[in-house]
Structures are given as C-alpha cells and as structure tokens.
C-alpha cells in the first residue's frame, strides 16, 4: 500500500450535451478528460452522471465488436425489447426494457484523478449508452470533488 | 461544455430507517431530498449507501408498472428465488437469491447536488430494494461531500 | 434522519498490488481498512476503482458458497465464457465474457467512512471480481475524500 499524497479541496462542475440514436453507445472519455483539463482540480474524484431513466453509464473496451454487436445482444438477451411490459399499460408507450436497463446499468460513475489526469486502464473507456428506443438529446455532469 | 462554478468543502452524514417488506422497492427520494436540503451545501456529491448485504440502490421512474411488475419479474428471471443455492448449505438459510441479487444491485450510488437540489431527471427516483425474504428495518446513510 | 456531524476536507488516494487467478473473487476489505486507517480522514468517501476492463469490484458476504460456486455460476450462466464473441474477430483473444461481465459488474463503488471507519453492514464485504482468463497483478485504488 502506498499513500499518493493529498491537496485542500473544491467542487467543480461541469456539463456536456450529446446527441445520441438509438440503442448507440458512446464513448464520453474525451468529453471527461476535458472537464478534468479545464478544472483546478489535481488529485479528487469525478462523478459522471446523466440525469434521466432510460440510460446508463459504465466502462467498455471501445472496440466495435463489444460496442456493436456483443453488449447490445446481451442487453437484447437479458432485457429484452419486444414484450409488453407493464409499464406500457401505465403510458402507452413501449420502452419498458429502457427503464429495465437503465435500473440494471445505472446512470451514474466516479473515477478517480490523480496529478490532473483519469487513471483509466489502458483500453479502459467511459462510456454513455441510449437505452431509449428514440433519438435523444442528453444533458451529462461531471461533478469534481478534490 | 459548461463550467458550472465551484465552492469550499465539508462532509456532512445523515441518515435515515425505513420498514421493508420482502421484495419491496421503496422509492427514498424524499428523504435523500430532506439530507440535502438539512446540509449546507449547495455544490457536491451525495452518497447513498446502505450497510448490508441483501438490498440494492440503484434509479428508477416510480410507476406502478415497473415498480411491482416489471423490475421484480425480471430479478426473479435473472436471479430466482427458489434454487437450492450453496449458500443455503453455509447457514441453512434459503436467500442465496438475496445476495446475488446484491452482488449485480449493490446498495451505492453517488449523485451530483448543484445549486442546493439533487440534479434527477424528471421521472428519475432514487430506490432503495429490499432483496431479502424477510420484512427488514434498514439504515440508509448519505453522505454529503462539497 | 439525524446529522452526525461535519468536518474540513483533503483528498487521500492510496494503492494496492493484488495477485489473482482467473474467476477469483477477492476480499479486499482488509486492504480498503488499512487505507482507510492510514489516512487521517475521520468522515467522508472511499472510492475503491480498479483500471482495467476486464474485472468488476461489489459487495458480498464472503463465504464459499457464495464466492466459489453461486456467484461464478450466475456469471456463467448469465456472460457465459464459450461463445464465439465479436470481441474475439477483433484482437483474437478469447475473454469476451470478461468485458461482458465488467461492463455489468464496473470496477467502480464509493464507501463512505463515519469516525473512522467503513460503515459495512455485519457480513458486507467489498470484493474485486477477476473476470479474465488469465492470472493477473491488479492495482486497486482507494481514493479517500472527506
């Protein structure tokens, strides 16, 4: 075990928007490691969040055999779409398997920063993923603590 | 992207019990929402964790679909109640279903307060699920870093 | 809801090497404890986030049943390890369910800490998943705010 040192403390925030498709996930390092530049912030944490039920927030190799077809069968294959839901019943709407991914994948990660940077693994991305079965747009925070 | 300010920090704990019945998901926003606005801190992160190894926290829209049909249709799919887990042959006990909903669940999520209000989207509840077989008091804490 | 209190804050980040076996899962409550005892953070967050993209780190009572054979089994059976992935067209390696399963179970969970200590519940671990097929060193952070 080794101490890495400590520094005084703020709460910076920042936010993005990005436009997704369907079914897409995207990967939002870039976008995170800008908000880490642009704080002040040396040594703390990041919490990604989106605000919303219908979306999920977790960690992919960004390759296009994960992204394109292995994670989105699995999501098929343990929440599908497709059913009718109950939730359909209360809206009439017909993304009940969105609110099931995103309560299974939730919106929300921290990472920590040290000496200005993510300590992501090597093939390690942050990543957003529409669970909508529509085109949104989505708000995403980054909150720093450090 | 958007730089939102920052501020000084304190760490501020609270927390709260609630009465479980089997299989419930309580929807805990208010009282997440009481923490915050008790504390001082308009710009920061709060954490809710329960301490124990047979509930979950994770978001959900709060509808009577997916709260009672939808969400507990699909765990009990995934993860039944009802097989002779191992664990049973540790403590003859029968929530092996419990904890392994826990392990993929588990009771931690983080989530940015800005300008002294938890930035939820408009259906987007906080939820505490209770995954044990038997009606549980629970301790949730939050803490309030900012 | 009752507030147990506040305090002035620094950022603590510490290390820790840990060997594994494929489909190990790892108790590091200790080594999260001592990080925790080592620092001089009396309340506030522990984020415990391994770099890498194939492991996952949660909660569970460790006992054999659980750690050996109910939790490797559900993983199996839900990302089961077999299957020709995509993932393995792109580099010719053979570990697709291992993105799989961090992807659903991310390396990334926040603890807080009240008077010193990890608020845990009675048989509440905090364990690092080796989801790869290979024997591994992984570096676990700890990175202490509050």
Same mark, same amino acid.
């Given at each position: 075990m080794q101490d890495i040192g400590e520094n005084e403390m703020v709460t910076e925030t920042f936010k993005f928007d990005i436009q997704t498709v369907p079914d897409e996930i995207v990967n939002i390092t870039p976008n995170v490691e800008r908000c880490v530049?642009?704080?002040?912030?040396?040594?703390?944490?990041?919490?990604?969040?989106?605000?919303?039920?219908?979306?999920?927030?977790?960690? +992919?190799?960004?390759?296009?055999?994960?992204?394109?077809?292995?994670?989105?069968?699995? +999501?098929?294959? +343990?929440?599908?779409?497709?059913?009718?839901?109950?939730? #359909?019943?209360?809206?009439?709407?017909?993304?009940? #398997?969105?609110?099931?991914?995103?309560?299974?994948?939730?919106?929300?990660q921290t990472v920590p920063i040290i000496n200005g940077e993510l300590i992501l693994g090597t093939w390690q991305q942050i990543v957003f993923c529409e669970f909508d079965e529509k085109a949104r747009k989505r708000t995403i925070y980054c909150q720093l603590v450090g």
């Open positions: 530049q642009k704080s002040n912030i040396k040594d703390g944490t990041v919490t990604i969040f989106m605000p919303g039920s219908t979306g999920g927030i977790s960690f +992919l190799e960004f390759e296009p055999g994960l992204v394109k077809i292995d994670v989105p069968t699995m +999501l098929q294959q +343990l929440f599908p779409a497709g059913p009718d839901y109950q939730h #359909h019943q209360t809206w009439g709407d017909h993304n009940g #398997h969105s609110h099931l991914r995103s309560f299974f994948v939730p919106p929300s």
